[in-house]
């Protein structure tokens, strides 16, 4: 009885899988109350103009209209990022910078009306000339986006370990490459949402679709210069992030603020058509990249240059900048490098985060040039990386520490994979059909200390009948951390998962959180659930120790009967120890808390760090096979495998689910998705346009994972599914390099871009 | 800085003040769910009747209607209060057995389609001939109302301490009289109302209009043969209980059903002529009581029988008949008592705990009867309170422990008022106008252990902005317990009544509590809430030492800064000190719990019990005066004076408010209130043919506070308000007695009454 995990490690349903599936779960968008007015944004026709006039006489005039507010009805506050002054209104104040950009919002009885309202409001602008590429905008002569940034530079990084320029010197082999990748999207299916309701006490309660909806708790504060205590944030169910839902944005503030002028709920929920245009997108990049190698393949140099286009304000692109830059020492042996970042203004939408997080761009221009380095070296490409594999124990020049690392089994097990796909390969077929197999390989961080904050809580309820109800200040964006959290409550008390209920975020009791974002939830606010459950257990442990004469110490808990150790049969079953506990004598309701956060984890100077951010490191292997028809230009993922090292998986279904979703992802950020801008104008704002994958663009994914314990992680677990996120858009390159000879430095890749490549080949 | 109290007994408004006062308050009737149903509850038209077939096709039929429900839908579940087997399903079984009894219910996609609907549904009964007499339903040939009980006894107390029959034998004066009380309601102005959704997760959600949340949260689970961490009860704003909403009804019950048959929000809004006659009642009383004293006025014994209308089903009647007993042993020294009560099952609404909870029913029997012996022996009536009047470390014969008490206190003061007001009195006048003063006194439970659990926990979160969150299990029916539980965590916090937010229950995460009753909230809730603050600001002291460099036990906190004892200028500010706690090195979220229960408290038998139910008693001495108008018989009360023992205050304004509540209450029992029945028919359901008191009716209250501080209560706090509810009846019965020498012995004293009375007297 004493030996195998009940909950853990099982491949177990989600909790909230029913309720997903049947419908009823609620989203903001979902969420109604009495009296409740709806709310629309009016978006900027300009990339860049300075508002003259904002006439709204006529819409509020218009019945039905309850209330228009503009930049003149707020305080002034300008967001953000990390290590930044803010430099983004919630709605435009004098200058708009990109189209979408909000200026105004109107509250009225039904969408229709405030629509309407919309199209009576009267904005007189000044325009000015704007500027979208980002190369052109650091001209010194290019206008300004904000008049505090020369040549429009928001950010600039600049990372340098060891002696490059000697180290170039000593190489057999150099080589440099010129990287570009597109405007891409997050995609989630939920738009942005909010509900808001001001009530007579003073007190807003704000629902919203928010990753980490502690920082909209902050920013709301300030943004409506009130007190902390005056708000309330309540989590719904939220459909999807990526990276874009971590920030507050135009539409929750302007529902706080219609709330508190008309006195009534306010709800707003956007257009998939606006999230296209006028919200958050990935760093589009110009990445040129110097790589100098040993003739025994041997990784000796980097040295990068990145343009990385932040759009119209800074959002958390400091991050981005410094993680595109530093994670070019991950996953290889790098010992000298440099790369100088820089984030520009343009006129366009903000970038953010997105699964990955910078990573993605400077991996696929990293993965990529390797294999055409070991091409022209006549070397392995799973060779080649074997050889530069970052081992356990090792630190990067930068101050990476890595402690529990599967990467080089990984690779070992995608060169098997690739020997049996070889063989398995048919032999005849369309001559205009070419396969090829290729790799990405990826080191990715596991809840990154990036602010001041970085400790998850986590508050258990035990009630009397011996269910348990979880709360911490975590959310799940759908990556599943409300089940895997719930699983780890439940096997340190030694209950099983549907004993567990998980309450999601309500910024008036639960524990303060960073929120969703760097693989953090189930690494961190995991080990806290994990200390929650212990405290409980402890608690528990003293009555039952009591019941069955015999040590404390000597209590195990498992499959909801408490019993001594040894001795399985002096137990007693874990609903009846809790009645005990909580009736008999000073009996109490059993309540644990828990708070976790990695010892010795560094706040990296993003302009110039060194330093440890992540208590360990996630690692894997992608391998993919495509197929090119060489008549249409047309490329097909075929196959693909995944050998990641997330630690010890908590579920591996749900592990499994989030490698589908980022192997699917890749496909579409490699092969077809692209938002297209004229002038500063998104020319495709729909997911059709936009070509989203669908399932029918999925290809069989194997997954295999290598057995590490992380001894950090909640039961030795690391992440999965945003690391390798990483690696899958440098395989599908390769694997095209791989089937036709030519190694694309820019993504999408489309149809046209392959024949226009073959005609060149053959060409020459 | 150090002295003095910033919160604590200061004249606060209530927190939840501003948002009753506006209506912005939500009441569980105000609350709506998209595709929510409403619901109704089809009563028994008869006093006793089996059911012989239910047939609701036709119902069914109805467009509109979503589902109706009977008894055959439920698993048979039946609810009885504490030490008793259950009587009493939530929709009939077989029988009916009052007119009101809940027999089925519907929902509908609105309120008129399902009273529609209600008259669809044919019931066949076969009528069952009734008793609606309590004392007719003892008899050995009565019907019974439930077959288990003979002679329809569903309870029976008989105590006995000393030797009675001796003690009698030894008394100078010796007399027996025969007291009656009517049928009176709580008089709450929120009906009971209950919203129930089902999710398909198969998780119960509730809201209703409950005194003690976690009573319906068991009842619900076994009701609906489901595990308790399956339901979630939240709290709405409550519209007062007194008693009323303890227990979970046929309204909460039925709209759960119907949302699990339906798969919708199912809300049920009962009228207030169906409180009035299909939910529950103070026990009607027929009361026989001797009593015998020595000539100096010491009282030496007390033999009473009481039978109680218990109604239809025993509901917490058990505990209703035990308090009524062995309340007869205080607040006077009483060395010899004896009382046997019976508890009646009839085929009327049923009796449960009302404000004072069968004291007010025996009580209003020994003062007044005090008042006549007094009277006919030659003594004051306060002069022989004042010599039996129970002190501080008295035990009585049925082992309440005395530990605080200014009782005596309270009785001095009492004739100070009553020689003051002589003195006031206007000479001339109407002479059909005759004024006459009464006294009344009480001793009170603070928080009586009933039943295994008694423990109340708290939970508190401060914000990073130094606001407070504080959650307990605790309701606030209106007695004004959220604001001084508030006042408590700010006072220990050191911060102000303002930073401190309320959260009400949601059984999901609040911690366990038996409810409102008793007067235990603030008692022992508050000394959970000072447990919880203390537990906080030790986490919050340990941070502050180092920042302060001094040592934790020397760190002080008031008015939101925090000092180093003897050194006001060695400090910072409250908010500075939680964001460097929440953010420096291993910060965390700060969370606080504490958990109290008074501690050596009995379980008292109920059936013939002795032993200290409560950790301390409060006391009191309230005088009125009154006129009576010997023309048209009408009695009005002129002013009164409550003078009380309620420790030391929490709050003065909210104390006051509590009591003015109780004296005008108590004028509406004396006088005016009474549910009148024909054949078990309630003929006057309403407020206004029931009589409650309105404004117009009440009259000038003077309060004051004898000055003892408890050391077990939070910042020396007893209780206040229900406790003195108990002597409002008798101090205006025994003004009219002193008025014009009439002792009335039934309750209300109708004009009609007053008249006959002074015929018979003037005929002698």
Known sequence: MEDGYVNIGKRLPRVDGIIKATGEAKYAADLSMPGML?????????????????????????????????????????????????????????????????????????????????????????????????????????????????????????????????????????????????????????????????????????????????????????????????????????????????????????????????GKPVRIVVSQEEVLFAYRQRH????????????????????????????????????????????????????NMRARGYRVYTN????????????????FAAEVQLDMAAGEMGLDPMEIRLKNALGPHETTPNGFVITSCGFEESIIEGKKVIEKWRKDRPKDGDPNIKRGIGVGCYGFVVGPRVAGHNTAGAVIKVHEDGGVSLMTGSTDSGQGSDTALSQIAAEVLGVRLEDVRYGMVDSDITPVDPG???????????????????????????VAAKTLEANPRDI?????????????????SFPRLVKIAQYSGAGKTLL?????????????????????????????????????????????VIRMAMLHDCGTPI??????????????????????EEIIRKDGRTMNPSFLEYRMPTALDACNVEILHTDTYDDVGPFGAKESGEGI????????????????????????????MVLDALKDKSGK
């Open 38 to 262: 709806h709310g629309k944004i009016l978006r900027s026709p300009y990339p860049h103009a300075r508002i003259i006039n904002i006439d709204a006489d006529k819409a509020k005039r218009l019945p039905g209209v309850r209330a228009v507010v503009t930049g003149n009805d707020t305080i002034g506050f300008k967001a953000g990022g990390i290590s930044a002054r803010g430099d983004e209104p919630y709605l435009a104040l004098e200058k708009v910078r990109f189209i979408g950009d909000g200026v105004a919002a109107v509250a009225a009885i039904d969408e229709e009306t405030a629509e309407e309202a919309l199209e009576l409001i009267e904005v007189e602008y000044q325009e000015l000339p704007a500027v979208v590429d980002p190369v052109a905008a650091m001209n010194e002569d290019s206008p300004l986006v904000h008049e505090h940034a020369p040549r429009n530079i928001s950010y600039k990084t600049d990372l340098s370990y060891g002696d490059v320029d000697k180290a170039f010197k000593k190489c057999d082999y150099v080589r440099e490459d010129h990287f570009e990748t597109a405007s891409i999207r997050h995609g989630f299916i939920e738009p942005h949402a909010a509900l808001a309701s001001w009530d007579l006490s003073g007190k807003l309660s704000f629902w919203g679709s928010k990753q980490s909806p502690y920082f909209t708790y902050r920013n709301m504060a300030k943004a409506l210069g009130i007190t902390l205590s005056r708000i309330r944030i309540v989590q719904p169910f939220i459909g999807g992030g990526f990276g874009g839902k971590n920030e507050m944005f135009d539409v929750d503030f302007s529902s706080a603020l219609l709330s508190r002028k008309t």
């Open 284 to 335: 589009p990049t110009i990445i040129d990249i110097k790589t100098g190698l040993k003739k025994d393949g041997t990784i000796m140099a980097v040295d990068a240059h990145i343009i990385a286009d932040g759009g119209a304000y800074l959002s958390i692109g400091a991050m981005s900048l410094y993680l595109m830059c530093s994670f070019l020492c991950l996953p290889y042996r790098l010992p």
């Open 348 to 363: 366009t939408q903000p970038s953010c985060a997105m699964r990955g997080h910078g990573v993605p761009q400077s991996r």
């Open 516 to 542: 969703t974002y760097g693989s953090r939830v189930t690494f961190i606010t995991g080990n806290a659930v994990r200390v929650a459950a212990e405290d409980v257990k402890n608690q528990l442990a003293e």
């Open 556 to 572: 195990r808990f498992k499959d909801r009967r408490v019993y001594v150790a040894g001795s399985p049969e002096r137990g007693i």
């Open 592 to 636: 644990g808390r828990g708070y976790w956060a990695p010892e010795g984890l560094k706040v990296v100077n993003l302009e110039t760090g060194r330093g440890n951010m992540s208590a360990t490191y996630s690692f894997g292997t992608q391998v993919s096979e495509v197929e090119v028809n060489t008549e249409t230009g047309r490329s097909k």
């Open 651 to 672: 579920n591996e279904m749900a592990m499994e689910g989030q490698l589908e979703g980022s192997a699917i992802g890749g496909i579409g950020h490699t092969l077809t």
């Open 725 to 752: 996120q990483v690696s899958v858009v440098p395989s599908i390159v390769n694997a095209i390099y791989d089937a036709v000879g030519i190694p694309f430095k820019k993504i999408p890749i489309t149809p046209l």
